[in-house]
């Protein structure tokens, strides 16, 4: 047996659950045996993104002791586009150069 973390987190609160599972359990597996899906109704069961210690994982990753084991959620915008979005601000409040995006030079 070994010893694993299932969480899963919003902005205002996170859960955190800790189990012990055979070896050889996968992250899906480990998320399902958490019992979190049903805690939690904001999670998507059918179309979940998993990850351990911060790397995305397949579902059928097997764990190993002491592997945290997170849920991540959808995003709800592109990070390119809310980038652009950004930069695009900057310079039109004069934050940013307007030619190369990068910071205005000091004179």
Same mark, same amino acid.
């Given at each position: 047996?070994?010893?694993?973390?299932?969480?899963?987190?919003? #902005? @205002?609160?996170?859960?955190?659950? $800790?189990?012990?599972?055979?070896? =050889? @359990? @996968? +992250?899906?597996?480990?998320?399902?045996? $958490? =019992?979190?899906?049903?805690?939690?109704?904001?999670?998507?069961?059918? $179309?979940?993104?998993? =990850?351990?210690?911060?790397?995305?994982?397949?579902?059928?990753?097997?764990?190993?002791?002491?592997? &945290?084991?997170?849920?991540? &959620? #959808?995003?709800? +915008?592109?990070?390119?586009? +809310?980038?652009?979005?950004?930069?695009?601000?900057?310079?039109?409040?004069? &934050? +940013?150069?307007?030619?190369? =995006?990068? &910071? #205005?030079?000091?004179?």
């Amino acid at each position: 047996m070994i010893n694993v973390e299932v969480v899963f987190a919003l #902005p @205002t609160i996170a859960t955190c659950l $800790s189990l012990e599972v055979p070896e =050889g @359990t @996968t +992250a899906e597996q480990a998320v399902i045996q $958490s =019992g979190i899906i049903e805690k939690c109704p904001e999670i998507e069961a059918t $179309s979940l993104t998993l =990850g351990v210690w911060n790397r995305t994982v397949k579902l059928n990753q097997e764990l190993k002791n002491g592997d &945290r084991v997170e849920i991540y &959620r #959808p995003l709800i +915008a592109d990070p390119k586009d +809310a980038r652009r979005k950004r930069a695009e601000k900057a310079k039109e409040e004069g &934050r +940013a150069n307007k030619v190369t =995006g990068g &910071r #205005p030079l000091e004179r």
